[in-house]
């Protein structure tokens, strides 16, 4: 196991803002703009499951050239994408046809995000999701994972998967099954420590012991609020998440990416949310002067 990084050479983080903690009614300049304002060092792009999402992965070159201007304009960058579109059309699904479409939303949203300048996308860690998890599905899932990850390594992007609120991947060492299976330096683990903090509960494992199965293979994190049973939609400051606790420890793994995650619930103050969110999460993170 590698030492832990010592505090004195930590590197100023990033701090992304997901994009759906703002009302999916701005245009892009106004949700960059808006971001920058907040705080944000960053915008994570949201592809999921709705049409209007997934039409996302079809820009054609003038739109995918406007927003790569808009960007400039704004001085923010999207940088990383949340890929949940596979949560409908999944990569071990056991309809043929809806895993073809599978691996098409991927290789999409790879191109796309090597137009956009994006780094990192985060998969959803599902085989299956309206369907029952089998050892047929979960090999159709490999399978699926050994492809998007040579479609990655082509462009450079890393995929990173997701500890989700489902028993198939709740924890980084069940992610750790498939990074080490496919052993690609493009697959690596981007948790969620408000879901991993959830499944402490359930499995009786500290978060620093599992995020510690992960190490050398975190290659972000989303921060999120949850309380027991409960994952989407709680206030910072109000849940169980140990923010002061996990932060630090996944600096000192050599972590220097997160994300903001919440959402946008109709508060018509929801810039001064934002600001308010980012102020929240500053503070928990170690060594912020600048370079």
Same mark, same amino acid.
């Given at each position: ?16 803002? !997901? ?6 009614? %701005?245009?892009?300049?106004?949700? #960059? ?20 999402k ?9 739109e995918?050239?406007?927003l790569r ?33 599978? %691996? ?13 300048g994006?780094?990192?996308i985060?998969?959803?860690? !599902?085989?299956?999701?309206y369907d029952?998890?089998? =050892? ?22 890393? %995929?990173?998967?997701e500890?989700?609120?489902?028993p ?18 493009y ?14 509960l ?14 050398g ?12 049973g ?5 206030? !910072? ?7 002061? #606790? #996990?932060?630090?420890? %996944?600096?000192?793994m ?6 903001? =995650? ?7 103050d ?10 929240? #999460? ?10």
């Amino acid at each position: 196991m590698n030492p832990p990084v010592p505090a004195d050479r930590l590197v100023p983080v990033k701090l992304g803002l !997901y994009e759906k903690a703002m009302p999916n009614s %701005l245009d892009w300049p106004a949700k #960059l703009a808006a971001a920058r304002a907040a705080g944000y060092d960053f915008v994570e792009i949201s592809i999921d499951e709705t049409a209007e999402k997934l039409a996302r992965l079809d820009w054609s070159a003038l739109e995918r050239s406007q927003l790569r201007q808009e960007m400039d304009a704004a001085g923010i960058r999207i940088e990383t994408m949340c890929l949940s579109g596979h949560r409908k059309y999944p990569l071990g699904s056991p309809d043929e046809a809806t895993r073809r479409e599978s %691996l098409a939303i991927m290789a999409k949203a790879i191109d796309l995000a090597a137009v956009l300048g994006i780094r990192i996308i985060q998969l959803a860690g !599902y085989d299956t999701y309206y369907d029952p998890s089998t =050892e047929q599905t979960r090999a159709w899932f490999a399978e699926g994972l050994q492809h998007s990850a040579d479609l990655a390594s082509r462009e450079g992007i890393i %995929l990173g998967f997701e500890t989700m609120e489902t028993p198939f991947m709740d924890t980084v060492g069940k992610a750790m099954t498939y990074v080490d299976a496919i052993d690609s330096p493009y697959l690596q683990v981007y948790p969620d420590i408000g879901n991993l903090t959830n499944a402490s509960l359930i499995y009786g494992r500290s978060v620093p012991d599992d995020l510690d199965t992960g190490r050398g293979h975190i290659c972000a994190a989303h921060l999120k609020e949850t309380i027991p049973g409960h994952y989407r939609e709680i206030p !910072y400051g109000t849940g169980h998440t140990d923010f002061r #606790l #996990l932060v630090p420890k %996944l600096q000192e793994m050599g972590v220097h990416r997160f994300t903001a =995650e919440f959402w946008h619930v109709g508060a018509p103050d929801w810039q001064t949310v934002l600001q308010g969110n980012a102020a929240f #999460l500053r503070p928990f993170f170690k060594n912020q002067s600048p370079d």
